[in-house]
């Protein structure tokens, strides 16, 4: 048995001296990123890893980063990135819920994470941003080569948290399978070739960065220029350089406020996609205008990966996500599974090897997930078109996207309601030009006294910045349906234009 992942992907690159990594420091080549790889698997066998233990990661991006990854699925190990806006807090649950063996941070949060990986048993390492830390000490003590452990299609790869708009986060299972199956789609479906190079500026927490960009570039033999964020003077500075993009609906309305970014900057580049949120089609229009090329929209959730996209020769038609991908059954469905018409507004349901195992340790939630016949239920709200073009027009729960990232309302409302003055709360989201959602708490208080700048500052230590809110609204009452229901939509009507003069 071969590493499935790891063996698909990359090794056939392992004497390659094509670049892989670009950044301000130079070139790293495919033979030295994989090098490295070896060294920190290395690393990860001598710290106490067995094949199939989680390896939990919240560091900022970096090219070791990256490799850490590719170490982990090759040692045999369960990669768990974790956001970097998660305070100790949050951490906790993810690391203890996954029950990590390897834990690595930020040398400035290990402090804080200590008593976590003590509880845990869990070995704990550093790395930083600059690539110092207490990991990569210990892989420049290792040898650069490393025989890959045996992984199978359904071997777990990877572990990524995501949830419902109740209850706590649930640990998405991909396997090797859902991996290399959707690379080796999205390479064809894409047109991706060795001559790609793409402007990397996402996270490698989430799947879009880490799995549908990284693995693809790899897989194909390309290269990327591994930014550590979106930043409008690197975006610019570096374009003529590319010939791809990946990112959020935020890159591409930042792109479009700055005139430097014209026609001529852009004429080269071949692709610009976006995902992770909606695309306004007002946005997609407005690039069109100015550049002459169409961005190409897709859907894709942590538990499928990609599963539809606008096509790459063919009508990229804005507002819409495209149609079903080579290899992935996609309809729409009322509550019950049943098939709808064409045009009918239903819930996405799709089946296909992109599709997750299961939530870890969840299976009363991993069946409820599923139909008899193995369809997952979405949850997201859309009608096909007689053409199979797939708009996303809500979704069944109240889950918020703010810049590409989710926010569950139920997690933000338990902390509001734990603050002392407060009745009740409601979080919601209001469209926001650069976020595309932004996240809004309205509260209903005992204390009257009780201010935003009060709820925001018992909020800074306790949730990430993306999930707090933006705006916070005092009222009497809550409004409620006849069964006592809060009546969100509503709510949202009301504040629909809340940020419509940001």
């Not at 100790?88 to 690391?95: D, G, K, M, Q, S």
């Not at 897989?219 to 964020?229: A, D, E, R």
């Not at 007689?386 to 979704?395: D, P």
Request: aromatic letters at 8%; one cysteine or more; hydrophobic letters at 40%.
């Amino acid at each position: 048995m071969t590493n499935h992942l790891y063996d698909t992907l990359f090794a056939a690159r392992e004497t390659s001296e094509k670049a892989f990594l670009i950044d301000n420091d130079g070139e790293m080549s495919y033979r030295a990123f994989l090098e490295r790889v070896n060294q920190l698997a290395n690393a990860l066998i001598e710290s106490g890893l067995q094949t199939g233990d989680r390896v939990a990661v919240q560091a900022q991006k970096s090219k070791a980063q990256l490799a850490l990854y590719v170490a982990t699925v090759k040692a045999g190990g369960v990669y768990l990135p974790l956001n970097t806006a998660y305070t100790a807090h949050e951490l906790e649950y993810f690391i203890t819920n996954a029950a990590a063996s390897i834990i690595v941070v930020d040398a400035g949060n290990a402090e804080k994470v200590k008593d976590i990986a003590d509880r845990q048993k869990a070995s704990l390492l550093t790395l930083n941003q600059d690539e110092t830390g207490s990991l990569t000490s210990l892989a420049d003590q290792q040898g650069t080569a490393f025989t890959a452990i045996a992984r199978g299609l359904e071997d777990l790869g990877a572990i990524l948290y995501t949830s419902g708009t109740t209850g706590r986060s649930k640990g998405a299972q991909l396997c090797h399978r859902n991996l290399v199956s959707n690379t080796q789609i999205l390479k064809d479906f894409w047109q991706f070739t060795q001559e790609d190079v793409l402007l990397h500026m996402l996270p490698i927490y989430h799947t879009h960065g880490l799995f549908v960009a990284s693995n693809l570039l790899a897989y194909v033999g390309g290269t990327m220029i591994f930014l550590p964020k979106f930043d409008i003077e690197a975006a610019i500075a570096w374009m003529p350089n590319a010939t791809s993009m990946m990112g959020v609906p935020t890159f591409y309305t930042r792109l479009l406020a700055d005139d430097r970014f014209d026609k001529a900057l852009s004429a080269h580049m071949r692709l610009f996609i976006s995902g992770s949120a909606p695309l306004l089609a007002e946005t997609h229009k407005q690039f069109e205008a100015r550049t002459d090329k169409k961005i190409l929209e897709r859907y894709g959730m942590t538990e499928t990966n990609m599963s539809t996209s606008n096509p790459y020769d063919g009508d990229r038609i804005a507002g819409t996500v495209g149609v079903p991908l080579p290899g992935v059954d996609v309809r729409i469905a009322d509550e019950k599974g049943n098939l709808l018409p064409r045009g009918e507004i239903g819930i996405i349901e799709l089946k296909g090897d992109n599709v997750f195992t299961g939530y870890w340790q969840m299976p009363e939630k991993t069946a409820e997930s599923f139909r008899p016949d193995g369809y997952f239920i979405t949850g997201d709200m859309a009608r096909m078109d007689e053409n199979g073009y797939i708009t996303i027009v809500g979704r069944d729960k109240d889950l918020i996207i703010s810049g590409g990232l989710n926010v569950y309302p139920k997690e933000v409302e338990g902390l509001i309601d734990a603050i002392e003055g407060v009745s009740e709360s409601a979080v919601i989201a209001a469209p926001h030009k650069d976020f595309g959602e932004a996240v809004v708490a309205v509260i209903v208080r005992r204390n009257g006294q009780l201010t935003e700048k009060d709820i925001q500052q018992s909020l800074q230590d306790r949730l990430a910045k993306f999930k707090q809110p933006k705006a916070v609204i005092f009222l009497d009452e809550l409004p409620r349906n006849t069964m006592g229901k809060v009546q969100k939509a509503a709510l949202r009507k009301s504040y629909e234009k809340l940020f419509a003069s940001v």
